[in-house]
């Protein structure tokens, strides 16, 4: 019988959380339908794209709201279970609300490492197609900076023509065996500067053991400088600033390629965020629901649930804040980034270990 009953709870509970998760991906879409609609409404495209590339774009974002999905899916269920008297029959046969709570937060736990490691690299690969997409029916990207496995490359209007500069390693405002070639408005070669350096702090770049070869009427003209300046719209912050945005890396490849991808030029500090928010996702999802339990299981009585309701938005709002005061503090290096990821968890689990042996006494 025991088994039966913890059977039904997690069955409940699953599909619970697969509802409100079809509901939030239902939204998703729509809202972002039309944003992408509105991006390609001046393009001789299908309306299969825009449907297409939000279809991919929504998982990811499920994911980054999975704490409030887990919340509101245990605040659900748990009302039900209480309204329904499922709640009072779990307890006749032995099953306290701390045990009640313990098996949907490790379901909550599991969830979350499942997202990680079985769905996040799918989401990721989806985002990467979406951006790609984008990027090709965008009329508006004069300029490109990509980090892979040959490095940093950037491609730079100037005036009259165009610059492309590679370089083999990134390291803090440092840039090493640069080389920049200099096109004209028809894309011919008029100049090559290779340096050994580059200090990319400001946008004015101060290179090092410089070699500027000019290409005029069919001869070659080379030059050696100890140092050489050129003017970029790019600096160190503003390249870094491209690549905060790990949406398109999955957990293992942030585990898998960590150092090789600090040696591409990837900020460590960035890095280190990224991956302690991802790590953090399986114990916030636990805490959320304690949370939910918390507010739901306090007692067995039937009651509107308009109050939790309104009760669970408010929550969802201030956690929500929470967790960008936190981020906040760690780019404003009040704190370091990987505590800002770790906070609202300790934070919120040191309320909540309190509300779960109050409610584990009723």
């Known amino acids: 019988m025991i088994n039966i009953l913890f059977s039904y709870l997690l069955t409940g509970y699953l599909k619970t959380v697969l509802k409100v998760i079809s509901i939030f991906y239902c939204f998703g879409l729509i809202l972002n ?3 992408e609609i509105e991006f390609f409404k001046n393009l001789d495209t299908s309306i299969l794209i825009p449907i297409t590339l939000t279809a991919l774009y929504i998982p990811s974002l499920i994911i980054k709201l999975l704490p409030f999905i887990i919340f509101i ?3 659900w269920f748990l009302l039900y279970l209480r309204n329904s ?6 307890k006749v046969f032995g099953f306290s609300n701390f045990k009640i709570f313990l098996a949907l937060a490790m379901t909550s736990f599991l969830i979350g490492w499942f ?3 079985v769905i996040n690299p799918v989401t990721s690969s989806m985002i990467k197609y979406y951006e790609k997409t984008k990027a090709e029916y965008s009329r508006d990207i004069d300029h490109l900076v990509t980090i892979n496995k040959n490095g940093l490359w950037i491609r730079e209007n100037v005036e009259n023509g165009y610059r492309i500069i590679s ?4 390291k803090s405002n440092i840039l090493k065996n640069i080389s920049i070639f200099q096109l004209d408005e028809d894309y011919v070669l008029i100049k090559r500067i290779y340096a050994k350096t580059a200090n990319i702090s400001e946008n004015k770049w101060e290179m090092k053991k410089v070699v500027v070869s000019s290409f005029e009427n069919g001869m070659t003209i080379e030059n050696s400088f100890e140092e050489y300046f050129i003017d970029s719209t790019y600096n160190h912050e503003k390249i870094m600033g491209l690549f905060r945005n790990f949406d398109t890396m999955s957990f293992l490849e942030l585990i898998l390629n960590y150092k090789d991808l600090q040696k ?3 900020n460590k500090l960035y890095l280190d965020q990224n991956l302690n928010s991802m790590m953090s996702i399986p114990f916030f999802l ?14 067995l009585k039937k009651s509107n649930n308009f109050t939790y309701i309104f009760t669970g938005l408010v929550t969802c709002v201030i956690i929500y804040y929470f967790k960008d005061l936190s981020l906040a503090l760690g780019q404003t290096n009040r704190i370091s980034l990987s505590l800002a990821a770790w906070i609202p968890v300790i934070a919120i689990g040191m309320f909540s270990s309190i509300g779960i042996l109050q409610i584990n006494e009723k």
Do not use: R
């Not at 008297?85 to 779990?90: F, H």
């Open 286 to 299: 636990f805490i959320m629901t304690a949370l939910a339990s918390i507010l739901t299981m306090n007692t």
């Open 73 to 75: 899916s245990s605040m």
């Open 264 to 266: 591409k030029g990837y």
């Open 115 to 117: 997202m990680l490691f």
């Open 85 to 90: 008297k499922d709640l009072l029959s779990l």
């Open 167 to 170: 370089a083999d390693e990134t």
């Open 33 to 35: 339908l039309f944003e």
